[in-house]
């Protein structure tokens, strides 16, 4: 029986073989560094946010300070009526939102604005195509109909903390006022 080929005669030999080493080590310590650096600089640029978006109605996304919401339209959470119709500004904190039962015209567009003033958190009107992720210190809007009278559940879809699975709202549908 032959005996099996010895390393150094495939070409192999211990110094060949120590500079592949040294060249695969190398590249997977630039790539852990690429990753580092590239979650770092994701977290500081925000842009996570955008790059999520979409599969959904969202018509805009702005910015705030969670620690200056009396500044802003959040600071009285609900339906109001503007010059541009209704819009409804909702505030998610762990592990409420605010406020917790909005009643909504049926067929009447509706802007709804969620912010979160401390972590992430998520949310899906059941029903609908309507599911996005609220972000500390960033607004997600949306314009929406509701159709039929009735309750729309609002729910936190993204896990929050010990208080999660009790986060939800809801929309009272109200037949359209004339
Ligand atoms: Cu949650």
Same mark, same amino acid.
């Given at each position: 029986m032959a005996p099996p080929p010895s390393p150094a005669a495939s070409g192999l030999d211990h110094r060949t073989l120590e500079t592949w080493e040294?060249?695969?080590g190398g590249l997977s310590l630039v790539l852990v560094w690429l990753l580092f650096v590239g979650v770092i600089a994701s977290m500081i640029s925000g842009t996570f946010p955008q790059l999520s978006g979409g599969?959904?109605?969202a018509v805009g996304r702005g910015r705030i300070d969670p620690a200056?919401?009396?500044v802003t339209p959040f600071a009285r959470p609900g339906l109001v009526r503007t010059a541009q119709g209704l819009e409804l500004y909702i505030v998610a904190r762990s592990f409420t939102f605010t406020p917790a039962v909005v009643h909504v015209p049926?067929?009447?567009p509706i802007t709804v604005h969620v912010t979160s003033v401390d972590v992430v958190h998520g949310f899906q009107v059941t029903g609908t195509t309507i599911n996005d992720e609220i972000? &500390? *210190?960033h607004v997600a809007s949306f314009?929406?109909?509701f159709r039929? &009278? *009735?309750a729309q559940d609002v729910i936190c879809n993204e896990?929050?903390?010990a208080g999660h699975h009790t986060m939800m709202t809801r929309f009272i549908v109200d037949p359209k006022e004339n």
């Open positions: 040294t060249i695969w599969g959904h109605a200056q919401l009396e049926a067929d009447t972000l &500390p *210190g314009t929406v109909t039929h &009278p *009735g896990y929050c903390g």
